[in-house]
């Protein structure tokens, strides 16, 4: 039976997607962004995630256990001077999947998988949002003449 085995595990041996997974990881800290399939992006979100909490504390031990799961020593690098700097107060989710469609070739659904402090284009349009009111614009154009009208009279004197 398999009672709560929710590990996917992608088509091959445990080696091959530890190996996987962590050229994968490696790859998303060193270009804050990779193009692969949903079902590689999910799992890899799993095995990056508890990587990022680690590196927010940057002691020996800390870059010795994120080392044993990257195996690359520029991404630890990146990931403890550049990346853990950036998420130093998000309490989690630092990665988000988009999904851009179906392959060509075998249908499979593809997606992006990003640092979500490293995209400007997201950070912008939150900065850029304001709140709007339902009010009528009749009352909002009758208000501002008489309120502007004082502020002429205090420049002028």
Avoid: W
Avoid at 9 to 36: C, D, E, P, V, W
């Amino acid at each position: 039976m398999r009672h709560n085995k929710k590990f996917n595990h992608l088509g091959r041996t445990h080696s091959h997607r530890q190996a996987m997974l962590s050229n994968m990881a490696a790859s998303l800290i060193l270009h804050k962004r990779i193009f692969t399939t949903v079902a590689k992006a999910k799992a890899l979100r799993v095995y990056v995630e508890p990587i990022i909490s680690k590196s927010k504390e940057d002691t020996t031990h800390s870059r010795r256990v994120v080392f044993s799961y990257l195996q690359n020593k520029v991404a630890v690098t990146e990931l403890f001077q550049g990346v853990a700097a950036k998420v130093a107060d998000r309490p989690g989710g630092y990665t988000r999947i988009l999904k851009t469609g179906n392959r060509l070739g075998d249908n499979a659904s593809m997606c992006f998988i990003e640092l979500v402090d490293y995209n400007e284009n997201m950070l912008k349009e939150k900065a850029a949002k304001k709140t709007r009111t339902r009010r009528s614009t009749k009352k909002a154009a009758d208000v501002a003449p008489e309120a502007s009208a004082p502020e002429s009279t205090e420049s002028a004197e």
